[in-house]
């Protein structure tokens, strides 16, 4: 529309401002054709700049200072943006589909024009039903098209450090019997992968449930019960006849079973230790010195049997720590076939995007890997849309975080289509758009297809699987971050929890807790990448696919049901294991 001072005028007239000079209207309609700006845009810009100077006088001589301070500066932000415009096209996935639209009328009209020869071979590539080129199909199916950051961030910028990181596929840690190892799938595409939940499908957290109800008085019940069924594990296996009161004095030497706690609200250290005693015991607190004890591992939340003196019910001295009682290990009832091959496992945790950037350029590689390695299971497990990601938490994104995730799961089932794997999702608590609790309900995918739920499996954090008859335990609650113990006997002992982890006592008592000591622990830590054997069970922490702007590792198994050697003893079911920078 073009600009006259008479549509200026009237624009003015509207906010009441007199303007009788047709000098400073000229001006006005001037500085709106070199800005490119209509009527009244250029007033509104006006009433925003005059509003700040205490009610400026419209004139030749303000209009030259909001000329040099407002309308110069916004030209020149909009001409840098023109230059980064046709990149913004390139990948904006909205623009390429009206682009290809537009193309394809075009074509459509050549066509008409066109000898029958060239307008069959435009048949060729579509149908009435599905009037969809080539080019649209592309488009709607590659993950990286689907994953384009310009789709949904304002940021167009790939990580430079992400891109340019070294040592590409470089096995940073192995476990096992490395070499001669076939780090390749067995499974053909279609041949799928027993994987079941140990204690079945209507013992596990399943879907979502109310929380932010739970009663004080109720955390005191599942922590008594804790106490009590440890206690009574931990006298059974040791023979202890009874347990003192922690805080009856006595001259001789008394066995307590109770709870560590801490002082004060700071970490726990060798002078700020507590014992509390469950209810059958008296309940009561006492602190615990721990000079006797030649060595010693505790963490707020633990369980133990002290054997010591407390001559003034005040203070136990602690000369012997009762260690705690491994669980059994899982037993499965069907053999192992003779020629069974092993299992090839690939785990990944995010977050999938580098930190200074929203493209999910790791996950895209993850998945050329998955193509390229052909695993005949993958387990990925979250954040998939992190909470800590600066854009994320900013809200710098223009679509939805539920939206963001749907592309990053459908990019990862399509892209591994060829390959056929089995794909296990978990939740984290730092998917943002997810249940931020603990234990956590699996995603819901309402819009997977039903041949891509066949190969897709939803699973709570945490859960125990039994995977061709290997129990894994998975979490991706960074538990070895929060404290530092290695034989435990829930995925979360800690307590009080760490600010970051939002409980439910109740479904953790019923969810939470470790049935028997699994085969495989994943157990995704922002600490240092490791594979242990810790009591004949296997530690792998995979590390996290990024590591702030750079790449991070990813981990590799091969699994097998072995019976027990000859002479009855375990035979561990982890054949090998290594972590690989992606």
């Not at 599942?222 to 009161?245: A, Y």
């Not at 001789?252 to 014992?275: F, H, M």
């Not at 758009?433 to 039903?450: A, D, E, M, N």
Request: with cysteine.
């Amino acid at each position: 529309m073009e600009v006259t001072e008479e549509s200026l005028k009237s624009e003015l007239e509207m906010f009441g401002i007199p303007c009788k000079e047709e000098s400073v209207l000229g001006k006005m309609v001037e500085q709106c054709i070199c800005n490119r700006i209509q009527a009244d845009e250029m007033v509104l810009e006006w009433v925003a700049y005059s509003s700040t100077k205490n009610g400026l006088q419209l004139s030749m001589a303000s209009l030259e200072q909001f000329d040099h301070e407002v309308l110069t500066k916004n030209h020149k932000s909009k001409q840098s943006f023109r230059k980064e415009e046709p990149y913004s096209r390139t990948l904006d996935i909205n623009s390429l589909q009206d682009l290809i639209k537009a193309e394809e009328e075009e074509e459509n009209l050549l066509d008409s024009y066109c000898t029958p020869a060239k307008g069959s071979q435009k048949r060729v590539l579509t149908t009435p039903e599905h009037p969809q080129s080539k080019r649209s199909a592309v488009l709607l199916t590659s993950p990286g098209l689907l994953l384009s950051p310009a789709s949904f961030s304002p940021s167009l910028t790939p990580s430079q450090k992400y891109s340019q990181r070294g040592a590409k596929g470089e096995v940073v840690v192995t476990f096992g019997a490395i070499q001669g190892t076939r780090w390749v799938g067995r499974k053909a595409p279609g041949v799928g992968v027993q994987v079941d939940f140990l204690e079945g499908l209507e013992d596990s957290l399943h879907c979502s449930y109310k929380y932010m109800f739970q009663r004080l008085r109720d955390v005191r019940n599942v922590l008594t019960e804790k106490v009590e069924e440890l206690g009574e594990v931990l006298r059974s296996h040791f023979n202890i006849e009874e347990f003192s009161p922690v805080s009856l004095p006595a001259q001789d030497s008394i066995t307590v079973l109770g709870q560590v706690c801490c002082d004060s609200n700071g970490k726990l250290n060798a002078q700020s230790v507590l014992l509390e005693a469950g209810p059958e015991q008296g309940g009561q607190q006492v602190p615990v010195v721990l000079s006797e004890l030649k060595e010693y591992s505790l963490f707020p939340g633990q369980v133990v049997v002290m054997e010591g003196m407390n001559t003034t019910g005040r203070k136990l001295v602690a000369s012997k720590l009762y260690e705690g009682v491994p669980l059994p290990f899982y037993t499965s009832e069907v053999k192992m076939e003779g020629d069974e091959e092993p299992t090839n496992v690939l785990v990944a945790c995010g977050p999938y995007t580098p930190s200074d950037s929203l493209t999910f350029d790791p996950l895209l590689d993850l998945i050329n890997i998955i193509v390229r390695d052909r695993p005949d299971i993958c387990i990925l497990l979250g954040p998939y849309v992190d909470s800590k990601h600066e854009q994320i938490e900013k809200a710098q994104v223009t679509e939805t975080f539920e939206a963001i995730f749907t592309r990053c799961i459908e990019s990862i089932v399509d892209g591994t289509r060829s390959v056929g794997c089995r794909l296990v999702f978990v939740p984290s608590q730092r998917d943002i758009h997810h249940h931020f609790i603990y234990p956590q309900p699996p995603f819901t995918l309402p819009g997977l297809s039903k041949d891509q739920a066949q190969r897709v499996t939803l699973v709570p954090d945490p859960c125990t699987l039994l995977i061709d008859g290997v129990t894994f335990g998975l979490t991706s609650t960074d538990i070895l971050f929060h404290m530092s113990a290695e034989e435990i006997s829930s995925y979360y002992p800690l307590y009080p929890p760490a600010e970051e982890v939002n409980m439910d006592y109740e479904k953790f008592q019923s969810f939470g807790q470790l049935p028997i000591t699994p085969d495989v622990l994943i157990v995704p830590s922002e600490l240092r990448y490791f594979v242990k054997d810790v009591i004949g069970c296997v530690f792998v922490n995979p590390g996290r696919l990024t590591k702030g702007q750079a790449g991070g590792t990813y981990g590799r198994l091969l699994i097998q049901r072995n019976a027990p050697s000859g002479d009855g003893k375990r035979v561990s079911p982890c054949l090998a294991a290594h972590v690989v920078k992606i």
